[in-house]
């Protein structure tokens, strides 16, 4: 991870500025450990570690899925098989409208399942 990267720079601004406005942010158990992994591929645990830390530290509510989950993540994948939606992104797709989260913050393409609401953080200054 590098903190000079834009995007990281990016991150922290904007994830303050949710938290001091009491914000409710919502991950997952699959994003978290998605991006473990590629932390401790990419840079080393130490910074793997720091991440799960901060997450741990703050108020981020992690969701978890549960076996109907899985059975709406898979209707979503078998009528949006022209759209090549993940695992993950069906996943989280169910997690978010069972807890009636409508939008997101991504670096990623993320299609609009169920409405959401998408802003992409490279977009933001």
Do not use: C
């Amino acid at each position: 991870m590098d903190r000079a990267d834009n995007n990281h720079q990016k991150t922290v601004r904007i994830m303050d500025h949710l938290a001091k406005n009491n914000y409710q942010m919502f991950s997952s158990v699959q994003v978290i450990s998605e991006v473990y992994g590629a932390l401790s591929r990419e840079v080393g645990v130490s910074i793997a570690l720091e991440f799960v830390d901060s997450i741990l530290q703050s108020d981020m509510e992690i969701l978890f899925p549960q076996r109907a989950d899985l059975i709406s993540s898979y209707r979503i994948l078998r009528s949006n098989r022209e759209r090549q939606v993940t695992l993950r992104e069906s996943l989280m797709a169910s997690l978010m409208q069972k807890r009636g989260v409508n939008q997101i913050l991504t670096f990623t393409y993320w299609h609009s399942l169920f409405g959401t609401q998408v802003s992409n953080l490279t977009t933001f200054s």
